[in-house]
């Protein structure tokens, strides 16, 4: 057969084919494919969405392809056989799913319901659905317009595409986050100048109590930021007529806390503390302690020991639980012994100061007591004289991790009273998260076999629940059996079980030594906010007889510090009943501050007393004192002096302080104005300029980096600070004066230059490197390139673009100059790594390996066919292009449609007959089309064509001026007209290819630049 008969017969064969009648069916009745617009909640969707419809024109749509592709839908799977389909909606992962064949659908939160079986059809080898089914179905709501041929879909969940964009804004504030931590640990804070800083608190009164003495009484506090150290002292002092006076030892404590080398330094008053099974807390009026790392409270049975202003109160909460109240002594400090905790419990202390002030703190606790971290050396000593005896107290520990889980530690004591030192081993051990070991041995005298030794052992493998099991052994001659230790020879046995969850916790407690067993059972319930109510189980076992105690009872809450305790005790021969009730009042004028306790046994003796604080004037303070029958007064007068810069208040007392003032940018000739109203936030704590510009911030806790910023809504937008933070490091009662620049904002626009094509989305990310924050970020032009960065200081930054779809994540580091406005015409070639018109600091191009690309990341298929994907690219185009020139309707924009109908109608028949031709022949059907696409009759309607005519006409005018003036931008200005010409040529060439909201915004984008490059 010859060449040309074979084309003869394609010709006749191709002619029969397009005589053909074109019609999509499937089923009957016969379903037509459509093309409408799906919206998507607020946003547009699709608006050339492939649907079928019947002859009602109510559309059907692909369930696989909506479920996977808009709705976040995973593992999504259809049968044809069984017209059945199912997916996994994320992130609750609620299974749905719709059986055609027999008229049903439900999920796994519910149960399955029927409906209409005509509601579904299988066309192409999938499954359609009515539209109005989804709504039934899904947990949406879907309306059909069919005036606007329009789906509207309004789901009760998140799009696929809403949870990407949250999943990748999580993980940039995740990044940014890190960045800004690690920068904040870096830096070097800002600490006080001044070497000598002091405060002194003091409380004078004057007390007749009830048939009794009269006396005086006096309480001071002082605190002193003494060469980058805390001197603190205090007394309290009584005053009686008729008696022997009491004047107890004043405590005086020098510290110094968070060096670079330890953790704590301390001389004078001070605690032995310890991660220790076998040795008690004791305390020294003239000793010295050295604790390289922070000592902090194991889960167990523990003693809180801390300190505080003389008289002031002390409230322990346990898991939201009120527990116990203490009073500070004259040695400032105060416990809280045998607190059974776990690592899950919350500790809050309430500090109700005798001004009226209050303060919270909370303790942490760690599950492995004394821990070390693998490669790390702990150090710890310990020396002074005991409190409660004579004689000498020297303590030294060296700790090491030998692993994460596993450490050793060896420590030498002397006891008072004791001859020689003693050596005890530690190793603490955590084999698995929810087990931990700590052993410990004191050897006192080998060769008597005279060792004591202990080991305890904390269990959380049953969560909310924590088991703790402790022994311990003192030998009969081990050194610490004396007056000033109060430890007793023999065998110790503790079991500890603890269980808290939500407003209910439980502790139980056995415990056996020598002929002693106890079993304690407390329950504590938090009915509601302001009620608590327990019940505590004692009993016990000595000598063989047995004893029984009951407490029951509970404490209301009246208000903010208004309490009142209920409070019944059963025992063998005798029951007592507690009523008390506290009410402190705060430092403000006419506040009162309560307390009364009425006690009463069984055989009903009694006793009663109150006390009656008012607060006359700020520091000043009368009320009355009584018991039974007897009635007394008393008076009291406290104040705090400190010099202009230190605390005002009883609260503030050994806190820090700052004060400055913010002052404009340089108006020139080094002229600035103060401004007013500015807020300053340090620490938390806030305060505003007055019109001096002058502010002061008191009350900031020392000894821990804090943040110091200006906030910038409070700031005129044309000026923010050069920084947006300094990091301040107070010691008590220290003083710092932070007064931060501000600097005008600069701006920059330019242009992103390269061979590729921008791809959509694209982000221009400024990163000032003196803090790695990124300050600026804006969205590049796909068009032009054209992008803007603002509230800019003076300074070096990183440029960089979030993309992974150029060969290599471009990031280069410019140079802001100082006395800067504004920098426009910026041009930054990708491709040369180059930017013109600002100084550019070298810098290596990094790879990209900050975003994972779906789509770049799917293998190519090997029967993937590059023309037929053109030839659907084109009829996408067409039917873009259609529905756009119908949304204007005007004669040019029908004569038009009628083109793309008829171009879409050829596109149709080549792809039926598409396995009849040859690659040219398809390339050059293609082509023609293209052509057709790009003719001047096709590029613009009658609307576009005077915008554009107009816009074109104005720009020659402008670079015809620019040419004519010859300044020194001039030059640059041609250019940037030449690049505007093109922009709009593209414009014009595309403009049926996007919405009206696009050209709109494209429109006002090339305006914003023309007034942009009229300024240069």
Same mark, same amino acid.
């Given at each position: ?547 029984? %105690? ?160 200006? %906030? ?68 590049? %032009? ?235």
């Amino acid at each position: 057969m010859t060449a040309g008969l074979k084309k003869v017969l394609l010709f006749v064969l191709v002619c029969f084919v397009l005589a053909l009648p074109v019609t999509v069916s499937a089923q009957d009745p016969p379903f037509e494919e459509a093309y409408i617009q799906l919206s998507l909640g607020k946003y547009t969707g699709n608006a050339f969405y492939r649907v079928f419809v019947d002859e009602n024109e109510t559309p059907y749509i692909d369930v696989q392809e909506l479920l996977y592709t808009y709705l976040d839908f995973t593992d999504v799977q259809c049968d044809k056989q069984r017209l059945y389909c199912s997916g996994i909606l994320q992130p609750d992962r609620t299974v749905f799913w719709i059986d055609g064949k027999n008229g049903e659908f439900g999920s796994s939160q519910s149960d399955s319901k029927n409906f209409d079986k005509q509601g579904v059809v299988f066309i192409e080898d999938k499954l359609w659905v009515r539209y109005d089914i989804f709504e039934k179905w899904l947990p949406a709501t879907v309306t059909w317009n069919l005036e606007g041929y329009k789906v509207h879909f309004e789901p009760k969940f998140k799009f696929k595409f809403e949870r990407k964009k949250e999943l990748e804004k999580l993980r940039e504030d995740q990044l940014e986050s890190k960045r800004q931590k690690e920068y904040f640990d870096s830096v070097a804070p800002i600490t006080p100048t001044d070497n000598f800083n002091t405060a002194l608190k003091y409380r004078a009164g004057f007390i007749k109590e009830p048939k009794g003495d009269y006396k005086a009484s006096l309480e001071y506090n002082i605190n002193s930021d003494v060469y980058e150290g805390t001197l603190v002292g205090g007394n309290a002092m009584d005053f009686p007529f008729k008696t022997r006076r009491n004047f107890y030892d004043p405590y005086v404590t020098y510290t110094l806390k968070d060096k670079k080398h330890f953790y704590l330094m301390e001389f004078g008053t001070t605690s032995f503390q310890e991660q220790s099974l076998l040795v008690p807390s004791v305390s020294s009026d003239y000793g010295f302690r050295f604790d390289s790392d922070k000592m902090e409270y194991a889960e167990g049975n523990i003693t809180i020991l801390e300190s505080a202003p003389i008289g002031t109160e002390v409230d322990l909460y346990v898991d939201g639980s009120y527990t116990a109240t203490t009073t500070v002594g004259p040695n400032g400090q105060y416990s809280f012994p045998d607190v059974v905790v776990s690592k899950e419990s919350k500790i809050n202390l309430k500090l109700y100061y005798v001004d009226g002030s209050i303060e919270e703190k909370s303790i942490n606790i760690t599950r492995n007591s004394g821990m070390v971290k693998q490669g790390h050396l702990e150090k710890r000593l310990y020396a002074g004289n005991v409190r409660s005896g004579d004689g000498g107290f020297y303590y030294g520990s060296l700790r090491y991790g030998v692993l994460d889980n596993m450490s050793f530690g060896l420590s030498p004591f002397l006891f008072p009273e004791a001859d020689k030192p003693s050596l005890m081993t530690d190793m603490n051990f955590a084999p698995f998260y929810w087990l931990s070991f700590l052993a410990q041995g004191m050897f006192n005298s080998v060769e008597k076999g005279n060792i004591d030794r202990a080991f305890r052992v904390n269990l959380n493998l049953l969560y909310p629940h924590n088991i703790q099991f402790e022994h311990k052994y003192y030998n009969q001659d081990s050194p610490m059996n004396t007056n000033s230790l109060s430890v007793q020879e023999g065998e110790y046995w503790a079991g500890r079980h603890r269980f808290a969850i939500g407003r209910w916790g439980m502790t139980n407690v056995y415990e056996q030594y020598s002929a002693i067993k106890s079993f304690t059972n407390e329950t504590r319930f938090n009915l509601m906010r302001s009620l608590n109510l327990l019940f505590g189980f004692r009993t016990y076992w000595s000598g063989g007889s047995f004893y029984r %105690d009951i407490n029951t009872g509970f404490n209301l809450s009246l208000g903010r510090e208004t309490r009142m305790e209920v409070n019944r005790m059963w025992s063998n021969n005798n029951s007592q009943n507690v009523i008390s009730l506290t009410s402190r009042g705060g430092e403000n004028v006419g506040s009162w501050s309560v307390s009364a306790r009425f006690f009463f046994d069984d055989n009903w003796s009694k006793d009663f007393s109150t006390s009656v604080l008012y607060r006359l004037t700020k520091n000043l303070q009368i009320g009355a004192l009584s018991s039974d029958k007897y009635v007394g007064f008393q008076i009291f007068w406290d104040d705090i002096i400190a010099g202009s810069h230190g605390p005002s208040t009883w609260e503030e007392f050994g806190t820090g302080t700052a004060s400055g003032k913010i002052m404009s940018p340089d108006l020139g000739d080094g002229k600035q104005e103060p401004i007013e109203f500015a807020s300053v936030s340090i620490g938390g704590k806030k305060a505003v300029t007055d019109k001096d510009g002058y502010y002061k911030v008191s009350g900031i806790r020392p000894e821990e980096k804090i943040k110091a910023s200006i %906030d910038l809504a409070s700031l005129d937008t044309s000026v923010i600070p050069d920084k947006d933070y300094d990091v301040l490091y107070f010691r008590p009662t220290s003083y710092i004066e932070w007064s931060p620049k501000l600097v005008t904002t600069i701006g920059m626009d330019g242009y992103v230059m390269t061979s590729q094509d921008i791809p959509d989305g694209l982000m221009i990310e400024a990163m000032r490197l003196s803090d790695s924050k990124i300050v600026s970020r804006s969205e590049v %032009d796909q068009d032009e390139g054209f992008f803007t960065l603002e509230k800019l200081t003076p300074g070096q930054y990183q440029l960089s673009l979030n993309t992974t779809e150029l060969s290599a994540r471009p990031i280069i580091t410019v140079d802001i100059p100082k006395n800067t406005d504004w920098i426009s015409g910026v041009q930054w070639d990708l491709e040369g790594q180059s930017i013109e018109g600002i100084y550019t600091t070298p810098q290596e191009i990094q790879p990209s390996n900050q975003t994972f690309d779906f789509a770049s990341s799917v293998a190519e298929s090997p029967d993937k066919d590059p023309l037929k994907e053109e030839l659907v690219a084109v009829q996408n185009i067409i039917q873009i292009k259609k529905h756009n020139a119908e949304i204007f309707n005007d004669e040019g924009s029908k004569s038009r449609i009628n083109y793309y109908n008829k171009l879409l109608l050829l596109t149709d028949k080549m792809e039926e007959l598409w396995g009849l031709l040859s690659d040219k022949e398809k390339k050059d059907k293609i082509d023609r089309i293209n052509k057709i696409l790009s003719s001047p009759n096709m590029k613009l309607d009658q609307i576009g064509a005077g915008i554009m005519e107009n816009l074109k006409k104005e720009i020659q005018e402008k670079k015809d001026k620019a040419k004519e003036e010859k300044l020194p931008n001039s030059g640059k200005k041609i250019e940037m007209y030449d690049r505007l010409y093109k922009a709009i040529n593209k414009l014009e060439d595309n403009w049926d290819m996007i919405s009206l909201e696009d050209r709109t915004e494209k429109l006002d984008k090339i305006k914003k630049i023309m007034k942009n490059v009229d300024k240069l």
